[in-house]
């Protein structure tokens, strides 16, 4: 069964930086593409960006300039995320793109000042 499992989230002021950690672990057919999605309180959960297995990436208008996704090896990815927004506040989730029916539990990010 395919496990993600985020890491690296926290509480920053506003025009802070964090970066989030993904592990996949199980059987994933390759190639494949990796990416982020995140939730905000009392909203649906939204794509964030991908990063193709052919290596170019994607990103939400909302993000573009500030976020930026990479694959550290095949079953690990990352999230540098600068110049943070309270409405980037939300709980951000890794998964494939298309998504895999199983999720993890999410790593909380909070902006705040």
């Known amino acids: 069964q395919v496990q993600f499992v985020e890491s690296g989230g926290g509480l920053v002021q506003p025009g802070g930086s964090l970066r989030l950690s993904c592990v996949i672990s199980g059987y994933i057919s390759s190639p494949y593409n990796m990416a982020w999605y995140r939730q905000a309180p009392g909203k649906q959960r939204e794509w964030v960006a991908t990063l193709r297995a052919a290596g170019d990436t994607y990103y939400a208008d909302s993000v573009k300039g500030r976020f930026t996704i990479a694959r550290d090896n095949a079953w690990k990815s990352s999230l540098q995320m600068s110049s943070l927004e309270p409405e980037d506040t939300a709980a951000y989730y890794c998964?494939?793109?298309?998504?895999?029916?199983?999720w993890g539990q999410g790593t909380q990010v909070t902006i705040t000042s």
């Open positions: 998964n494939t793109d298309p998504t895999y029916s199983t």
